[in-house]
């Protein structure tokens, strides 16, 4: 079946420094690619997205390419804030329109 | 405020004793979504429903029921919880499926004692 595979954290960064959270997936065809952010003791919230191959989702300075050759899907950030401090999680969706397969999140905690 | 809105945000019950979770999103979203989240293991999906009275299992489905009788509300109901149903659950819906990205529920967490 479909899975996802994220770095295992936390990822402790300094403000201001370039963030990498790899994330690698396993489906068959050509599944939609997503990163959510789950701010402390709140829901999770769509950071991006991409549908197809090459495509790059974007959206507050965090970045990500849908690489179908390496099967990866790797977020960035150029340079992180405290605020960015939360867990995220790399997920696709594949199995018709209702199924979203996570990973196990990695969480991401930056200092002054 | 478009939004999933999910009761209570944190409930502490007794093996046994039913419960109903309720979640209501007010944007006539058509695809409902729970997800239940424990440490190590990240979300899994309990449940799903592509519209009224559609409904199907998803990847953790035992002990748990749901019905959508109402395009709006998609309750979760525990009819004998045990201390293994112990986890932060999450409501989610989409207007046009998964592929597009779901918009999720506060969460609600729950301990069976």
């Known amino acids: 079946g479909d899975s996802v595979t994220q770095m295992e954290g936390p990822v402790t960064l300094s403000e201001e420094a370039f963030l990498t959270i790899n994330c690698t997936y396993t489906?068959?065809?050509?599944?939609?690619l997503f990163w959510y952010v789950q701010y402390p003791g709140e829901g999770l919230q769509l950071l991006l997205k991409?549908?197809?191959?090459?495509d790059k989702g974007s959206n507050k300075g965090f970045e990500a390419t849908y690489r179908k050759e390496t099967t990866s899907f790797h977020l960035e950030k150029g340079s992180v804030q405290v605020s960015d401090s939360a867990v995220y999680f790399c997920?696709?969706?594949?199995?018709?329109?209702?199924?979203?397969?996570f990973g196990k999140g990695t969480m991401l905690l930056v200092s002054p | 405020e478009a939004q999933v809105t999910q009761n209570p945000r944190y409930l502490i019950t007794v093996t046994g004793k039913k419960l109903t979770v309720t979640c209501s999103q007010n944007?006539?979203?058509?695809?409902m979504s729970w997800y239940r989240q424990d440490p190590g293991l990240g979300l899994r999906q309990i449940y799903y429903?592509?519209?009224?009275?559609?409904?199907d299992k998803g990847d953790v489905p035992e002990g748990y029921k749901v019905s959508r009788k109402e395009k709006r509300n998609f309750p979760l109901i525990l009819e004998s919880p045990s201390p293994n149903q112990t986890s932060l659950y999450f409501c989610?819906?989409?207007?046009?499926?998964?592929?597009?990205?779901?918009?999720f529920g506060s969460g609600t967490r729950l301990t069976v004692v």
């Open positions: 989610a819906s989409s207007s046009q499926g998964a592929n597009y990205g779901y918009t």
């Open positions: 489906a068959t065809g050509y599944p939609s």
């Open positions: 991409a549908t197809k191959a090459d």
């Open positions: 997920a696709l969706s594949n199995s018709g329109y209702s199924t979203l397969t």
């Open positions: 944007m006539n979203h058509e695809y």
């Open positions: 429903s592509m519209n009224v009275e559609v409904t």
